[in-house]
C-alpha cells in the first residue's frame, strides 16, 4: 500500500476509546496515521506492517448541517505536538475518587477528634469518604484526578466526651459545612450516625 508522504500525517497515538479495526469491530490502541482524504491506518507510517483499515468508533462521530464529523477526543495524542511541546505521552486518564472509610487512629483517639474527607460528584447528592492523600489530590486539582467532576470537603470529627455532646457537635459540624460549601444532602448522608467512633469520656 502506497502513500505519497505529503498526504499522511504519521506518528500519531491514540490510548483507546477513539478507534476500532475495521474488519474486526476491535478497539485499537496504539500508533496510527492519517490520510489528507480522512482515512486511518494502524502504524506510526505506511513503512509499518502490517497496516489495518481503522475506522472510528461510531459514538465518536457527530452530525453538523447533516455531514458526519468526528468529535474531539482527549484520548488521542498528536505526537508531532506532545514532541515539540517536551510533553511525556507516559500517563493515564484521570481517574475517579477511591472510596477510603475514615477512622480514628491511637493518636486521634488521644487528641479526641479526627479529620474526615469526603468528595460530592458535581450536582448528584452523592457523597463519597477518602483519604487525606485522596482529599489533597482533588483540592489541589491534581492531573491524576477527576478533580473537575468532584467537590471536596472536610470536617472535624469528634470522637470523645459526653456522647450527647458529640453527638450534637459533628450534626452542628456538619449541616454548618453543607451550607457552607453548599453541599446539599451532606447531612442526610451520615443516617443519622453522628456519635460513629465515639469512644466514651
Given amino acids: ?26 478497539e485499537y490502541k496504539g500508533y496510527y496515521f492519517t490520510t489528507s482524504n480522512g482515512d486511518f491506518y494502524s502504524g506510526k507510517t505506511p513503512d509499518d506492517s502490517p497496516i489495518e483499515t481503522l475506522i472510528q468508533i461510531p459514538s465518536q462521530v457527530g452530525k453538523v448541517d447533516g455531514e458526519s464529523i468526528p468529535l474531539k477526543n ?17 500517563r493515564t486518564a484521570p481517574r475517579a ?5 475514615g477512622k480514628p487512629t491511637d493518636k486521634d483517639i488521644q487528641n479526641g477528634f479526627f479529620y474526615r474527607y469526603f468528595v460530592k460528584k458535581g450536582n448528584e447528592g452523592r457523597f463519597i469518604e477518602i483519604s487525606k492523600d485522596e ?42 459545612t453543607e451550607q457552607r460549601e453548599n453541599l446539599p444532602g451532606f447531612t442526610l448522608f451520615f443516617r443519622d450516625q453522628f456519635d460513629k467512633f465515639w469512644i466514651g469520656k
Avoid: C, H
Fill in 135 to 176: 482529599y489533597n489530590y482533588f483540592r489541589s486539582q491534581n492531573s491524576r484526578v477527576q478533580w473537575q467532576l468532584y467537590i471536596p470537603t472536610q470536617i472535624k470529627w469528634d470522637i470523645q466526651g459526653d456522647r450527647e455532646q458529640v453527638y450534637n457537635g459533628n450534626k452542628t459540624v456538619v449541616s454548618l
Fill in 97 to 101: 475518587p477511591i472510596q477510603t472509610l
Fill in 1 to 26: 500500500m502506497y502513500f505519497p508522504k505529503s498526504q499522511i500525517k504519521s506518528n500519531q497515538y491514540t490510548n483507546g476509546g477513539e478507534l476500532q479495526v475495521k474488519s474486526t469491530g476491535q
Fill in 74 to 90: 482527549y484520548y488521542v495524542a498528536d505526537f508531532d505536538y506532545y514532541n515539540a511541546k517536551n510533553i511525556s505521552l507516559d
